[in-house]
């Protein structure tokens, strides 16, 4: 690997060099653990002080930030990459470095993948051991599938993308390009489509063949253990640049709108449509067949129930915690909620037949 | 795939020909997407406008709906399949077509495959590469074993599963007939059993071996990356008719009813009792040791922390879900409900006091 | 397997013999399925009459229970293994008795599998089928490695290793000795860490290269399609004796402190400190860069999203489940506690008011 020097950074990242553009860096590390030859980031101005005692060789900044420090009269003897988004900028430096450390130069099928005579494979993927790939699948430019990882017949995978070990790709599902698809991924599994018919004793249930497809867009990212259901006759849908973390659940005919992230262990039942540019929070949960506006952010925990139309909010559902003693009182209080509220009503229509008998408590009622 | 008649799919289903019998169907379709050559269905008379004018040239229909439709005067120049349940039927039509078109001609076992010398696996069965097949395991005729799948020394397989790639199925465990398992499930890992033990600073745990088998009935489907573990000393047990959607949790010595359906990332610890005929929603949890009466519905997202004896009841713990800014003001009055309610006490008190001197606050507060 | 005697139980495990030294011990079970042959054990003196009913030849029981049976003139006829924890005592035998049944005698590398010429695999080992193990990786003595899993380039698993079928361990990640990784485990997938950049419409994300490891101690065990991932510069730490149930998601720079037990289904979401000795319940969930003190107990299904500071608390975050119209009523008032707060407050003036204008609300206000 070429040490790149600051002069480079810059150019590759639309950012400006203040200081030397020749500094050659070695590597990128936190504010507190950087040392000489290091690339740091400030990326919120509270940690000021700490950019200011870092001993990191050049810090990426904010140009208000730059602003600051040069107020200050400390800008001077050391050197500053300016760019818009900081951390932004920290990211695609990471990513050039880790490209140059870590880059897989493996190309070809390993002789122990199972590739179907009819299955597009260019060479310049790379195909680990116990791979199976079967007909007609297709894979783009520069995939990589990792060892013991399955792509199901007619299944398509983008440019770019790669795939770990122990994935599994249904049948004719589609990946886009540049995604990446962690450990024990799930595409395309069927949906959880049963017709329920009367049994001799109750309610039994007939599978009802999902034929639909599972389709991720480009650019984007599944964690571990991630299932995402294929559609029942249409298709689930996950748009551009969507991120979803460990152990997410997609159901049927779900469409999650482009660059909208899941957080670990999320769940999103059948039909339901979240808009773009979501935030979701770890262990939500949507009930089947919702609406999610754009925009919309979820806090972890959280059960939405209906839909959302009103793009932007931000919406909760936890019930607060508290040590299991207070919990237990409470929550005796709110399994009695019901009658709580009608003794505060008599305590309004007491207080009011001594007062001055008026007969307003149905009002009062309405705005509860 | 030969197109069949509606005459021949109303005698495989016990369903009546109202109109042609010898119209070939070609596909399935939804009303409002089908076209010449499909048949629909109607399965809710909210849809009778839409049925009346799809271009399907044939639909399914309940006895009361098609008396409905030729009330109206509609039912000519039209074919109907007229079946007690439509939308079973549609599911029954449905496979029919999923099995013509889709049916994995494969049998044998792949030359990667590895299985064991004693392991039974019938010639009707398909084993694919990479499969794993350890000492003594047995499966039923036309079992099916996708790629890089394990099944564990002296699992039993029943006639016509499906085992999807990468699922595993650990040694001694039971999988009945019809099953499909889907890709990354575990089938008998070992259940979560420690003795707690005093250690120098604290508790700690000293595994219990789990000795038990995972024991799935007839007929059960298994959604992808959901985990059964086996049981400590006796059988973790599914029974008959379930369906487990994907990435749920049941835990050692859990019993599943016949029938019951469990929705994507719901989880059951250990030991508890799960009736017949439930349906559990996603994202719901229930402790352990607990038994839950036949055919108990849960919402989605609910804890279930005590047992419900009494069938056929419905529960709910959810949080109702509301702006982060109104959450935050219920949850602050959540967390002090125990004083609110004492705030209500001493107004009933005072106005006791003012009215009458009474003292019957005692008992309202049991009713509460 | 020799059957041993209840005497070299008894050394084995630091206990005593009451009663013959020389019985032959067959296997275990529990008080009311043991037959001769039998040691059962008795952890609990609810159970005390049906130890004594019990047909075992020997049961487990601590000193103080012993003395209890004793003093009813019920001790004789009987023999005993006397242990200050009669449940360990249980555990460590059963551990026995599997490990003579079902110790696993493979020891080699099968030819399907898949190991980089520079992986260090002692001789001890067991390498199953269709494994595949990586440049640099290296492993302890006697690890076993079932079928099909996957470990990556210059990770490191420690002595008396299990790794069942389906495992995928990441690259560079470690494994300390003793450990058990259950079926569809994921050690070491990326972090879900990303740069919001904005973008046309809205938020995009840039990734930030996870380089840090997912490292676990000693004698951990972690259940099926259980999900580590690895850090973003620093590791993921679990430490020594942890026990991690199935479905867990544990996120990028968490830590879990020494002999802490997660059950399935919690999730831990980044950079969040769990402590040493905790409880945390199936289902439960944190939040992100919390520190929660050692010994806590979290139930299940709560959530967690401030700190913890105080050691030893348990937690509880739970909506009491009722039965769903009960629950639509006490709902539909959580929505609006806020106005009924106001309610009281309005109540609580008036009354005051009446009695005697005084006006201290604003103190009961800060009360609640």
Excluded at 114 to 126: G, K, L, M, Q, R
Excluded at 200 to 213: C, D, L, N, S, T
């Amino acid at each position: 690997m070429q040490t790149p020097t600051l002069g480079q950074l810059a150019t590759e990242n639309g950012a400006q060099v203040v200081g030397d553009p020749d500094l050659a860096v070695r590597g990128l590390a936190p504010l507190d653990q950087a040392g000489p030859g290091d690339l740091s980031f400030l990326s919120n101005p509270l940690y000021l002080p700490q950019a200011l005692a870092s001993k990191a060789s050049a810090v990426i900044v904010s140009p208000a930030d730059l602003e600051r420090i040069r107020a200050d009269g400390q800008a001077g003897g050391r050197n500053w990459l300016v760019a818009r988004n900081p951390y932004v900028c920290f990211a695609r430096v990471a990513q050039r470095f880790d490209r140059e450390a870590n880059a897989d130069p493996r190309t070809g099928i390993d002789p122990r993948a199972s590739v179907a005579a009819d299955a597009v494979v260019p060479a310049s993927c790379f195909i680990g051991p116990n791979v199976v790939i079967e007909a007609g699948a297709r894979l783009g430019e520069r995939v990589r599938v990792l060892a013991n990882a399955f792509i199901g017949a007619g299944a398509e995978i983008g440019d770019d993308t790669l795939i770990y070990a122990n994935v599994s790709v249904y049948h004719r599902c589609v990946v886009g390009v540049r995604n990446i698809l962690h450990s024990g991924v799930v595409v395309g599994a069927d949906g959880f489509g049963f017709a329920p018919d009367i049994g001799p004793a109750g309610v039994e249930y007939v599978k009802i063949p999902q034929v639909g497809r599972a389709v991720l867009g480009n650019d984007v990212e599944v964690g571990a253990n991630t299932a995402i259901d294929r559609g029942a006759m249409a298709d689930t849908v996950i748009e551009d640049g969507c991120k979803l973390d460990n152990q997410v659940q997609i159901a049927h005919n779900v469409r999650v709108g482009a660059h909208t992230v899941i957080a670990g262990c999320a769940a999103v039942a059948g039909s339901t449509r979240i808009g773009r540019f979501c935030v979701i929070g770890g262990s939500a949960n949507f009930a089947g067949h919702l609406n999610i506006a754009d925009r919309t952010t979820v806090s972890g925990g959280t059960s939405i129930t209906k839909s959302i139309t009103k793009p932007g909010g931000h919406y909760t559902s936890v019930f607060p915690f508290t040590t299991h003693g207070e919990w237990e009182r409470n929550a005796a209080i709110v399994r009695g909620l019901s009658k709580l509220r009608e003794r505060v009503v008599t305590l309004e229509r007491r207080l009011r037949g001594q007062s001055a008998g008026s007969n307003t408590t149905q009002d009062e009622e309405k705005s509860s």
